[in-house]
């Protein structure tokens, strides 16, 4: 199995109180090129933070990281517009960072972006891949483009109490900065990307819709961003079999919305459990607390371990939060750790 994770940035995630991938915004651009470093060598390397939240919830990367090292995946990152460097082999689609949704272009090369991902996703070898993604303020970029497309589905959050509200205000400002409404980009998916997008959005779907049409199986490892990406791929007339798999925080903060969503666009889902309920450690009773939820393909890559394995993972991501710098014993952990 393939994993390729799209990672980028959009200014979108500097907006106050939307997303907790990141203690401080000034660090928030750092998270996505942390993340894969992680997921490619287990730490940060020339990253000068781990995402870690105040409370000791590592980003999800560190869960996906804890799968590879016990099931072994292949792993390509795509650089969909980082703005800052990693020390992590990247494909390089020549994507820029998004520009914040409330401007009158977020993406203003949606379309050639999308292009250029699906000449890659077509081009690949494999007979089945799992797409993931890692961008700050991906949710909200996700309500934006569902919005657009006029899609009645909702979003999940990083944050234990989901913002919404304050979501739907900055996508209600960003549909009138690019003078559109809801519904207005309805089968035009690639301007629902440009004009309140980002583009991480435009790399997975180019991706995804090259790869469907080339004939490789792909499956879509994330939540409601993932949602928003088979609602693009269903506005596009990609109308080949599609799966989406995502981790119980989110269905059961989405509860029969989600379900109901995916049935609609005919998408698969598998939800994974990875159990922390039944372990006591900070960085799982974090997530079990609602922080985090999914990301950096955690629920598509739990979904590969066997029944019989789930164990070894948990034991392993003690292992590999310990390498981050963070200690069971210790209640008060530091959130964005640098150098």
Known sequence: MRVILPAGTTETGLIDGISAAGAAPELMEHTPSADVEILAYGEPTIAPVTPVSPNGCPTP??????????????????????????????????????????????????????????????????????????????????????????????????????????????????????????GSSEGEPVEAIRAVGDPVQATVTGIAAGALEAGIDVTLAGGTQMVAVAALLRHAD?????????????????????????SRLDCELTVTDPGFDGRDHVSMNRYCAGEAKEGVAMGGALALVPDDRLDEVLDRFETVCARLGIDDADSEPEAERGP
């Open 61 to 182: 990367a560190a869960v996906t990281r804890a799968v590879r090292e016990v099931v072994e995946f292949d792993l390509s990152v795509v650089d969909a517009g980082l703005a800052q460097p990693t020390a992590a082999p990247t494909v390089s689609l020549g994507v820029d960072p998004g520009v914040d949704i409330r401007e009158s272009a977020a993406v203003p090369d949606a379309a050639a972006i999308f292009d250029r991902a699906h000449t890659y996703g077509s081009s690949l070898p494999d007979d089945e891949l799992m797409i993931g993604e890692t961008i700050p303020g991906g949710t909200t970029t996700a309500l934006g483009v569902l919005t657009a497309l006029g899609e009645p589905a909702g979003v999940s959050s990083s944050l234990p109490e989901n913002p919404i509200e304050r979501k739907r205000e900055v996508v209600d400002a960003a549909l009138e900065a690019s003078d559109a409404a809801p």
């Open 238 to 262: 990609v109308d080949a079999p599609l799966s989406i798999a995502t981790t119980s925080f989110v269905a059961d903060e989405q509860g029969d919305r989600l379900g109901e969503t995916c």
